[in-house]
């Protein structure tokens, strides 16, 4: 059974991530991070040629991500297939278990890479979704004809953009998705909340019942946010959300800056630590020490169960538990670079937050150098401090 639809059935938040296939065959890359995924999410979605641009399928990553035991989210789009292609794709997903899947019409060829290329849209969502459940309905296949074994079930999904005008065109092919066999939606990014709770008021006025989970994307960068309102169709509220970023720039780099150097000032007190970096040349939300005598992974591990949240050596190596390179680059032996703390700030963090990890990492430093052997030898002079 799919692992979303257990989550809803049992009243639980739908958690998924999204995923992108490589434009290349090589999936080791997303294996690997989707390891990091495996028990913290209910599906990985993975994209159909987003954008319209050329990657590996769907179906292939599915296949691999399943073979790995990780439960993938298959997604489909009318833009390259006609029905019979699309039928024959979902009977094979299901030959390897997959059972949970997205209809997506699909961005034209014109906005991405190969504009060349000719569409299908044999069928648009809709067209997917019904096509599909009358497959479920009847076990027969598109063309009529009896399916060998049965028909396969899929938990079917659809997406909706909230912001879009007018806003009842939405609603109406929302209808249109849930009555023919959606059982959950996905939005488009969500960047503005006002405006989401009063699409999810008129989803309510309207009488469609569905779980709907809403789109978050993290930004890494000002561009990104630039390059999707201009390219991503359903994208919408980016350029306001970097607008009002870019209007409290430095409100918020003042508070951020005040969070950090208090921060830096308490970790400072624990002996034998060290900040990395410049203490004053560097970005607002960034406070990365090295403590010696312990373990970093050790350290993460029991600040979790404090509640913070951290990261060991610098951002390039944070899920690696070799050293950092760029902390041996600035001269931190190994034995140090080790056991560093990486923690991260911004506008949203308070100073009551800042008082709790200054309360708990001194303790927890002071735990682990207790049941260290390199501690007791630092401490008796067999070896000597570095730090």
Request: with cysteine; proline share 5%; net charge negative.
């Amino acid at each position: 059974m799919s692992m979303l639809k257990e989550a809803f059935a049992a009243g639980k938040f739908g958690v998924t991530a999204e995923m992108a296939p490589p434009k290349g065959y090589d999936f080791s890359e997303q294996l690997e991070a989707a390891k990091l995924l495996n028990g913290k999410v209910h599906g990985v979605n993975v994209t159909d040629m987003q954008s319209a641009s050329l990657k590996a399928s769907s179906l292939g990553l599915c296949v691999a991500l399943k073979n790995a035991g990780i439960e993938p989210i298959l997604q489909m789009t009318g833009r390259d297939r006609n029905r019979m292609a699309i039928m024959g794709d979902i009977l094979s997903a299901a030959a390897f278990g997959i059972d949970t899947m997205l209809a997506l019409t699909g961005d034209h060829p014109v906005v991405g890479d190969c504009p060349e290329s000719k569409p299908v849209y044999d069928l648009d969502s809709v067209g997917i979704l019904k096509m599909l459940t009358k497959m479920e309905q009847t076990n027969c296949d598109c063309g009529g004809n009896e399916i060998a074994g049965g028909a396969p079930k899929f938990y079917k999904g659809a997406s909706v953009t909230p912001v879009y005008d007018p806003i009842e065109l939405q609603i109406n092919k929302l209808r249109q998705k849930v009555e023919n066999g959606a059982e959950y939606i996905q939005t488009q990014g969500i960047f503005d909340l006002d405006t989401f709770k009063r699409f999810l008021d008129k989803v309510d006025a309207a009488g469609i019942k569905t779980h709907i989970m809403a789109g978050i994307i993290p930004l890494k960068a000002a561009g990104m946010a630039r390059y999707m309102n201009e390219n991503v169709p359903g994208i919408a509220a980016m350029a306001a959300a970097l607008e009002d970023a870019c209007a409290h720039m430095e409100e918020n780099r003042a508070k951020v800056t005040a969070l950090r150097d208090k921060l830096i000032a308490g970790l400072s007190q624990i002996p034998h630590s060290a900040l990395n970096g410049d203490p004053v040349n560097r970005l607002p939300g960034n406070v990365n020490f090295c403590f010696e005598g312990i373990e970093g992974e050790s350290l993460l591990l029991l600040l979790d169960d404090a509640g913070i949240c951290a990261s060991s050596g610098s951002a390039c190596t944070s899920g690696s538990l070799d050293p950092s390179h760029v902390l041996l680059a600035i001269g931190r032996p190994h034995e140090v670079a080790h056991g560093s703390l990486r923690l991260s700030l911004s506008e949203w963090n308070q100073p009551w937050e800042i008082d709790h990890i200054l309360r708990e990492v001194p303790r927890v430093v002071a735990y682990l150098r207790s049941m260290s052997p390199v501690w007791k030898d630092l401490e008796s002079g067999k070896k000597q401090f570095m730090l």
